[in-house]
T-cell receptor, first 117, second 112 residues
Framework: GAVVSQHPSRVICKSGTSVKIECRSL??????MFWYRQFPKKSLMLMAT?????????EQGVEKDKFLINHASLTLSTLTVTSAHPEDSSFYIC?????????????FGPGTRLTVL | GQQVMQIPQYQHVQEGEDFTTYCNSS?????IQWYKQRPGGHPVFLIQ?????EVKKQKRLTFQFGEAKKNSSLHITATQTTDVGTYFC????????????FGTGTRLKVLA
């Protein structure tokens, strides 16, 4: 149980285009999902917290108009990188916290590697 | 701002040797989590410690939460090649938000 999927796993796009990444909790409901960015051989940097039915909260330094987050249901959150540029190339990982969970354990998706040419 | 640092950054050990990574927070933590990320993979939850001075064991892994709840350690006894990966500790950012800040990570390489 507690599986989180991400789609796509890899994407290559041209500079200036927008890319949407989906994060789904497959076998549980997630009231809260988190989006992270990870540079090669580095730690995870929290970008934003996505709450079902409300606006996402962004961490300091993360542009909300650049990284659009939508949490439309208890099992789906999307991250759209708008007008992508080469510096947006990174590994984006989502995680989800189970609605019924009494713990703070986060279940991570497999990640999406974005390359902007 | 809040920082969570880990040492060492890298560790290479011979298979069978022990390994320890240390996690230090700039603030007192209500709890601390540990995750393992295999090369090319995603973080996987290992454990959560809540109580001051708490020690928990999972087979060859021993986790400890400091008395002051500002540091933690993960010790692996007799490493195996399957232990390869990066180990992250994570501490909560704010009460009630379930947001966590991840440590800088320790990358473990086990030489057969």
């Amino acid at each position: 149980g507690a599986v989180v999927s991400q789609h796509p796993s890899r994407v290559i796009c041209k500079s200036g285009t927008s890319v949407k990444i989906e994060c789904r909790s497959l076998d549980f409901q997630a009231t809260t999902m988190f989006w992270y960015r990870q540079f090669p051989k580095k730690s995870l940097m929290l970008m934003a917290t996505s709450n079902e039915g409300s606006k996402a909260t962004y961490e300091q330094g993360v542009e909300k108009d650049k990284f659009l987050i939508n949490h439309a249901s208890l099992t789906l959150s999307t991250l759209t990188v708008t007008s992508a540029h080469p510096e947006d190339s990174s590994f984006y990982i989502c995680s989800a916290r189970a609605r019924s969970s009494g713990s703070n354990e986060q279940f991570f998706g497999p990640g999406t590697r974005l390359t902007v040419l | 701002g809040q920082q969570v640092m880990q040492i060492p950054q890298y560790q290479h050990v011979q298979e069978g040797e022990d390994f320890t990574t240390y996690c230090n927070s700039s603030t007192t933590l209500s709890n601390i989590q540990w995750y393992k990320q295999r090369p090319g993979g995603h973080p996987v939850f290992l454990i959560q410690l809540v109580k001051s001075g708490e020690v928990k064991k999972q087979k060859r892994l021993t986790f400890q939460f400091g008395e002051a709840k500002k540091n933690s350690s993960l010790h692996i006894t007799a490493t195996q090649t399957t232990d390869v990966g990066t180990y992250f500790c994570a501490g909560p950012v704010e009460q009630g938000t379930y947001k966590y800040i991840f440590g800088t990570g320790t990358r473990l390489k086990v030489l057969a």
